[in-house]
């Protein structure tokens, strides 16, 4: 009975030696995110926020340092953008993005999480290990973690995470579940000190290493911004942050790579935006002027953009401008920021845990007031999957090799025009085109590589390739609207 009563109260100090002060930080969350974000409230109500703060505090005291940050998280995350979160407290030299500026380190190990030697993707066909120190894990689908199946883990971890839409919730639960606290707290696994993994070739029990361990297993890219390659007609252009390097500007790049372009045989340009979570949307005029005025790319087929759950913020920023002032078309999955929304982060440090708060500061509406999109979306679907995690580019160099062999409209055929930011279907059945919200029909078009007609008082323009076709719809006012048609 001593004993017992011993371990109970042993058990009561240790979890609750934060519980005096995180009253301090869940009132000044309480107090001070309403006042910093324009509008805390568009996702839930200041009712529902205060309760569960309320809620919390009542909880903390018998819970462990870890959890209480992870209730803190959802809490934030409640807010309902991806510019409003917790910056979780995990090892900074673990591999994960914490953000564009740094964050201070928690000197209390209680509060520091602890990553495992493992990272998750949530694919198409799946919860995938993309990546681990344990080579036996690598490329398994996941069945199990903890004590549920993967599925079931991914549908616990999801309140946790910060995100514009669903796109962005798939990158941050895939990256959560990589962090035993945060499964202990989602109620994954019963403790946080280790993890049982179920895969569809090898199980583990994966335990964390200690804080400041180098992630040295983790694939690392070369760690650059910017930069392009050139292979059979195609320039691949990978922006993954929208800022300058210290050799390098952003508008520097922007016109080497026109220069390029302009001076090579190039059938199309693919800007790849998928691992781009933003940086300085100032920036972005810089490309987007040079490409308005490169003459390479004002008929549709050959300017792609490739996006993504991570293209984000700065990034969907530069998606907005492209679909203003381009005929570029999308393909990959739709983007983790939404075109209209909330951004500009300011940081609130608490003052007891030291852990920082991120609070979106400014709302941006770059787009139609009516634009109430969840994100960028795409004309050329081509979500990644464990077989084809680059299936987004190998589908465009795919279309852009289909588009050189001429074609013939014969056939069903369906697609995309872009108005504006809307995505309008087409299709052309017996050669006749069709396009439903523009009470367009057309006679039945040539059986040529190009035709030119008009439709109802609007011009068409149309290249036909080998089962795929790009071309332009032209008002009487003079609006271009592009249009992409795959057989």
Known sequence: MIRSLFCTLTLAIAVSAHAADWNADLDLIRREVPKMHPNAFHAMTREAFEASIEKLKSEAPSLPAHVVVAEIAKIVASIGDGHTRLTLPVDPNSGFFLGHTTTPLLADDALRFHPLPVRFYRYADGLFVTDAENAALRGRRVMRLGRMTADEAIAAMIPFVSADNDSGRNLGVAEMLAIPEMLHAAGITSDAKSVEIVTDGASATLTPPPFGTSAAWLRKDDGKKFGFSYRDGVVHAVID?????????????????????????????????????????????????????????????????????????????????????????FAGEMSGGKPVGWGDSKKLLLPSSGLTVRVSSLYWQQTDPRDERPGVGVEIEAPPTSSHPDAAF????????????????????????????????????????????????????????????????????????????????TTAEGLVFPLILQR
């Open 241 to 329: 942050e929208i800022g300058n390097e210290k050799d390098e500007t952003f508008a520097a790049f922007a016109n080497r790579l026109m220069a390029f372009v302009h001076a090579h045989d190039v059938d199309a340009l693919v800007l790849d935006l998928r691992r781009n979570p933003g940086g300085n949307g100032a920036y972005n005029r810089f490309l987007i002027h040079a490409l308005i005025r490169e003459p390479k790319f004002r008929q549709p087929g050959h300017l792609f953009a490739l996006i993504g759950r991570r293209t984000f913020s700065a990034a969907t920023m530069l998606c907005n401008a492209l679909e203003e002032h381009t005929n570029a078309f």
């Open 394 to 473: 190998e589908k465009v160099s795919d279309i852009v090799r289909r588009t050189r062999k001429a074609g013939t409209l014969d056939g069903p055929w369906r697609g995309t025009m872009i108005i504006d930011w809307q995505r309008v279907p087409v299709e052309i059945t017996d050669r006749r085109l069709h396009v439903a919200d523009l009470k367009m029909v057309s006679e039945p078009l040539a059986r040529t590589a190009h035709i030119h007609t008009t439709v109802s008082g609007m011009t068409v323009d149309l290249r036909v390739g080998d089962g795929v076709a790009f071309g332009t719809v």
